[in-house]
């Protein structure tokens, strides 16, 4: 009799074991499980009906290799940066002019070697500029898209007047841009930091020390070619390239001979391109002929 009472309390003891550690098992496989998202095709063109610009966008990918975003999802831009996508008319303009006609198609004709080799894969339009932190916070220019290998993002679409001054000037700021990148990818080089060490201006870029604004001319004394390009290298290499887009071959030697620091620096940056396939003098001639066949 008693040993049928311990047999019967150890076979309860087992069995609330046994349960204990199924419902244990069971808890830990439910918590556990891990939900697996749908592979993200970074390739993926949109899906349902085309419109014009989609179209557009297809044929330039197709024709040299870069796809074109006006719409947006986090996939494409983090949710922690504030912007707003471009007006559709915008976009489209911007895509037909500034993409195809006054940078993809004049590279390919011209330097094709530095388009294969050097061109982003990813261009974004954004209607108004990239701001951090909040939709209020300063303007980027979309600067904080473009230090990436693969991607070249250009804000203010939306307020970009499409007449021949305003888009040949638009182009000197994209190839600022892109200057970022290849600046990212290759370095400028320890020997063009070396040339204005100690003399940047930093935050006082747009003020002199006697509280008067700082002007072009004040900053290429001062071996830059812009009182931006005084607020550090990086700046100070970006608008290198965008001035020699800016600017004729002529004028550009006016202004380096202002000071040795600043044709040292002028030439570090036009030997740069020359060797990954652009010549920046010839492109700046393309930049103004071709600008002027556009219709408007």
């Not at 909040?134 to 250009?154: E, K, T």
């Not at 400028?188 to 930093?202: E, F, K, M, T």
């Amino acid at each position: 009799m008693l040993n049928d009472m311990i047999m019967k309390k150890i076979y309860i003891l087992v069995l609330a074991v046994v349960l204990a550690s199924s419902a244990f098992i069971t808890g830990c496989k439910k918590d556990t499980t891990i939900a697996i998202d749908e592979p993200i095709d970074y390739l993926s063109v949109k899906k349902g009906k085309w419109n014009g610009l989609d179209s557009l966008t297809d044929s330039l990918f197709k024709n040299y290799g870069v796809r074109v975003f006006y719409e947006f999802n986090p996939r494409i831009i983090d949710p922690t940066t504030f912007y707003v996508p471009a007006q559709y008319d915008k976009a489209k303009l911007y895509t037909k002019y500034v993409i195809e006609k006054l940078w993809l198609e004049p590279l390919k004709k011209n330097f094709p070697k530095f388009l294969s080799d050097q061109k982003p894969i990813e261009f974004l339009i954004l209607g108004t500029y990239v701001h951090f932190n909040s939709i209020s916070s300063g303007l980027a220019a979309g600067a904080g898209l473009n230090g990436q290998f693969y991607r070249l993002g250009m804000g203010g679409a939306d307020g970009l007047a499409f007449t021949k001054a305003s888009l040949r000037d638009h182009m000197c700021t994209l190839y600022h841009e892109h200057a970022h990148q290849l600046d990212q990818k290759f370095g400028r080089s320890y020997a063009y930091d070396r040339v204005s060490q100690g003399s940047y201006y930093q935050l006082n870029y747009l003020t002199k020390p006697n509280g008067q604004r700082r002007t072009d001319n004040d900053a290429q004394i001062d071996g830059f070619f812009t009182p931006y390009g005084g607020f550090a290298p990086e700046e100070d290499f970006a608008t290198s390239v965008e001035s020699m887009i800016r600017y004729t071959r002529a004028e550009i030697q006016t202004i380096v001979a202002k000071n040795p620091k600043l044709a040292t620096k002028y030439q570090i940056v036009y030997k740069f391109y020359l060797d990954k396939g652009i010549d920046l003098h010839q492109m700046h001639d393309i930049l103004d002929q071709v600008t002027s066949t556009l219709p408007f």
